[in-house]
T-cell receptor, first 112, second 116 residues
């Protein structure tokens, strides 16, 4: 089973700061997911990426397959970005990308 | 975009009763849906894979007789927590594949179950 480690567990930032959240995993994969979970619990899929970098608005996700590491960046952070950010990977090498192992999440709080 | 609707969003029930949670894909057909559970301050954990027209595949440690999954149509999967106990209190979330062959998952908003 793939082991997923996220850091930091908690992150507090001031509005406007650049945010970085990291994710490392133990078993080689073909794709990695970044998810956002708001206080009410609902989950939104932010990115699925298999190589390089993806950008959506102020969010940027990068992945290094060789190093088994991904980062999620938020530029010009805003209080509405406050949420739990979760990294998820397939739970075994060659396994379906749908059976995911989730990190414990990073709780981001952006203060005005 | 693809939407997965989950209902109810929260439910409180007495110990010993059964609770049904629905997961619907609103604008696409989902041959496969996934059910997850999340305890406070814990990671999401996959409980089972729900396949339309066939039996669900349960993850190790998940009691199939306690967590009944039915996926009778391409747009609806249900999870029934039978004879619920306080330790079943948790946040339950479903997700569905969006598009054939795609690795994109769309998640429901989740259902918070509290068993008294």
């Amino acid at each position: 089973k793939n082991e997923v480690e996220q850091s930091p567990q908690n992150l507090t930032a001031q509005e406007g700061e650049f945010i970085t959240i990291n994710c490392s995993y133990s078993v080689g994969i073909s794709a990695l997911h970044w998810l956002q979970q708001h206080p009410g619990g609902g989950i939104v899929s932010l990115f699925m990426l298999s190589s390089g970098k993806k950008k959506h608005g102020r969010l940027i996700a990068t992945i290094n397959i060789q190093e088994k590491h991904s980062s999620l960046h938020i530029t010009a952070s805003h209080p509405r970005d406050s949420a739990v950010y979760i990294c998820a990977v397939p739970n075994s090498r060659g396994g379906s990308n749908y059976k995911l192992t989730f990190g414990k999440g990073t709780l981001l709080t952006v203060n005005p | 975009g693809a939407v997965v609707s989950q209902h109810p969003s929260w439910v409180i029930c007495k110990s010993g009763t059964s609770v049904k949670i629905e997961c619907r894909s609103l604008d696409f057909q989902a041959t496969t849906m996934f059910w997850y559970r999340q305890f406070p301050k814990q990671s999401l954990m996959l409980m089972a894979t729900s396949n339309e027209g066939s039996k669900a595949t349960y993850e190790q440690g998940v009691e199939k007789d306690k967590f009944l999954i039915n996926h009778a149509s391409l747009t609806l999967s249900t999870l029934t927590v039978t004879s619920a106990h306080p330790e079943d209190s948790s946040f339950y979330i479903c997700s569905a594949r969006t598009g054939s062959g795609a690795n994109v998952l769309t998640f429901g908003a989740g259902s918070r179950l509290t068993v008294l």
